[in-house]
């Protein structure tokens, strides 16, 4: 199983050293090759994602990646961008669903802003279509209104699409998903607006034939945002377009209290997947030895769930997460008074001790 391990900018080289540190200590048959990307690759290379980046990429079972980006290269034009590397490579590998989870640890039940008995246990996973939807529809630009409310007016404009084999195939991963999990799905829609919407919601249905065992729901956008911080435990996987899961995946992460604890996937048809931390680069402290590795941890067993098809080996990373958690051992995002607080590489090295059955002490 070969891993391309592209670590990228800012905190990205601290925390994907501890997670390497994870995969290596479960003696599977991982072959870990790295390689720049972003703002470290437009450094070495010229370009955030080099030709042979992308190569190794494209060669390997699934992609480890850290984050890209730093102040710094704000002022480079837009194609040169540490981001772009990041673009390019959900294009280039067909990335089309993205995964993430919003996990609420019982110990960190304090760091979500709504009450500790609406998130203690809670276990979501947002299914986000990546690749699709009024983001990437075209016709889109500037022009003069020819009618409207205002015609002649200067008026700007964006296209809502999706094909049937989009929605089908975002469909399968959140049923398949489900499976897995509770077995149910939450449709988030705007079907009472939209038309692209009403035929999401049609095509869903139809797929959910295939998989009598889960459970389907469908849900209008807007009250999906309001039950996700009424009752978000009433939710297993929720599935839905490019826009409303932007929104709706940066909510339900929020749920959580800490940036610093999420991981994410990005798909393909055949699995294969990129799995980074949802959070960036955090340039204001990369360096400091400070960073939170546990969501690029968490990526890793993503990887090793969805991916590579080791479920045990997942498990056993996110039970040492807990274990870790559990001991008390904090870095100073999660950080509350009683607990201890840690480094990037002593979080690393607590995860890789509770794998291999050390006691750990916080
Ligand atoms: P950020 O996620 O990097 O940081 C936001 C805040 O959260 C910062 O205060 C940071 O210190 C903190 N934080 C983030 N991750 C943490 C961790 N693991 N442990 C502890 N604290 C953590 O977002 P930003 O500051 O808006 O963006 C910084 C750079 O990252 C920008 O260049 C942006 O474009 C880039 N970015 C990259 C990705 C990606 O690589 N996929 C995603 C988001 C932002």
């Known amino acids: 199983m070969k891993i391309a391990v592209l670590p990228g900018d800012g905190i990205g080289t601290e925390i994907v050293a501890e997670a390497v540190k994870v995969l290596n200590v479960l003696e599977l048959p991982l072959e870990l090759e790295e390689a720049v990307v972003g703002g470290a690759a437009y450094e070495a290379k010229g370009h955030p994602l080099p030709d042979s980046t992308l190569q190794l990429a494209k060669d390997a079972d699934a992609v480890l990646f850290g984050a890209v980006g730093d102040w710094k290269f704000d002022k480079l034009e837009r194609a040169l961008r540490p981001e772009q590397a990041i673009l390019g490579l959900r294009k ?61 007016a200067e008026e700007a404009f964006d296209t809502m699409r999706y094909s049937r084999p989009e929605i089908e195939r ?50 209008y956008v807007d009250n999906a945002a309001m ?79 969805y991916t590579l098809a080791q479920p045990e080996a997942a498990d056993r990373i996110e039970s040492a997460v807990r274990a870790v958690l559990a001991a008390g051992l904090r870095t100073p995002d999660i950080y509350s008074e009683g607990t201890r607080k840690v480094g990037t590489r002593e979080m690393g090295d607590a995860v890789v001790a509770a794998i291999t059955g050390k006691t750990i002490t916080g």
């Open 227 to 305: 039950q996700l911080v009424k009752a978000p435990k009433k939710f297993d996987v929720v599935v839905t377009g490019n826009m409303f899961g932007d929104i709706l995946s940066d909510e339900a992460a929020m749920l959580t209290g800490s940036i610093g604890m999420l991981p994410s996937a990005s798909l393909d048809a055949n699995n294969k997947g990129l799995y980074e931390p949802s959070h960036g680069s955090a340039p204001d402290i990369a360096g400091k030895g400070v960073a939170n590795p546990l969501a690029t941890i968490l990526s890793a067993a993503m990887m090793l769930r």
């Open 170 to 219: 975002i469909a399968h991963v959140a049923f398949q998903a489900a499976r897995r999990r509770g077995k149910k799905v939450t449709s988030v829609d705007k079907a009472n607006v939209l038309e692209t919407f009403q035929f999401w919601k049609d095509i869903v249905t139809e797929v959910h034939a295939q998989y009598p065992d889960v459970e389907l729901e469908h849900m």
């Open 92 to 152: 280039h590998l067909g990335l089309f669903a993205n995964l993430r989870p919003a996990l609420c640890y019982e110990q960190l039940t304090h760091a979500s802003s709504l009450k500790p008995e609406l998130v203690a246990g809670l276990d979501i996973l947002i299914i986000r279509e990546l690749t699709g939807d009024i983001y990437f529809g075209q016709p889109r630009g500037r022009r003069t209104a020819v009618d409207g409310h205002f015609p002649g």
